[in-house]
């Protein structure tokens, strides 16, 4: 199956919806689970979020961009990591316990060598960060 990465996707072929914060996104669950312990136990668990009666999955603990970023590697469309993303689809993979994206998530900062980017990267750790995720880099 097929899907395009702007959500103009055929009903058909998706058989979950999941709002993200404030955006709602169609999915293939079998994607999500594949790739994910924590979104196979919602989509296809006990938890009232996989059931049929509740049509939409609520996930309110990451990102919209970093969810954008998952779905599209879920899919397959190779999205690349920037300082822009990196530490929200780091925040996301250690929630979802994606162990090869969190993987790539650290090598891409241990390979920052921008100072400027850095010294970004710090400040946006230390305003948005400081109290959920920790990363430690083996420089």
Known sequence: VIASANNNHHHNHHN????????????????????????KSLLFGDF???SQSNPEICIEDISISAFEFI?????????????DI???????AHRYL????????????RNVSNLSKWYQLIHEIQRKYQHHFCVELYL
Do not use: T
């Open 86 to 92: 990196v530490l929200d689809v780091a925040i996301a």
């Open 98 to 109: 994606i162990e090869p994206l969190l993987n790539e998530c650290v090598n891409f900062l």
């Open 71 to 83: 779905r599209d590697l879920f899919y397959h469309f190779k999205p690349r990591l920037s300082h």
């Open 16 to 39: 979950s919806r999941m709002r993200v914060r404030i955006r709602r996104f169609k999915c293939i669950k079998a994607f999500f689970a594949a790739h994910s312990p924590v979104f």
């Open 48 to 50: 009232k979020e996989g």
